[in-house]
């Protein structure tokens, strides 16, 4: 099982980055998949999730408007596009990927069993 997340880096603010997080070593298309992000110093939070089917998705308020999540079954991958980046969204942010497809809740760390190695994203001011 693997989870390589990708596409962090430096970005000023304002600015937009696209995060991609490949999967391998599971049944991907069976997946709620979602992204958190930890800061230093701080516990790792929700920032958005997209169920299997890929008919619903749910973000954290403080992102609404702003990221959008969305995936590809064909490729695998989950993404996430951020755009109007705030220096308080710089943080290492992780994909995951939920025990079953079944899964109610999907906007807390422990409905998901597979993590990535998170990819950092620093927003400058």
């Known amino acids: 099982v693997q989870l390589q997340a990708s596409g962090g880096g430096l970005v000023q603010a304002g600015g937009s980055l696209r995060l991609s997080c490949a999967a391998s070593?599971?049944?991907?298309?069976?997946?709620?998949m979602g992204w958190f992000r930890q800061a230093p110093g701080k516990e790792r939070e929700f920032v958005a999730a997209?169920?299997?089917?890929?008919?619903?998705?749910y973000y954290r308020d403080s992102v609404k408007g702003r990221f959008t999540i969305s995936r590809d079954n064909a490729k695998n991958t989950v993404y996430l596009q951020m755009n109007s980046l705030k220096p308080e969204d710089t943080a290492v942010y992780y994909c995951?990927?939920?025990?079953?497809?079944?899964?109610?809740?999907?906007?807390?760390?422990?409905?998901?069993?597979?993590w990535g190695q998170g990819t950092l994203v620093t927003v400058s001011s």
């Open positions: 070593g599971f049944t991907f298309s069976n997946a709620n």
């Open positions: 997209i169920r299997w089917t890929g008919a619903s998705t």
């Open positions: 995951a990927a939920t025990r079953s497809q079944y899964t109610t809740v999907v906007t807390t760390t422990t409905s998901y069993d597979k």
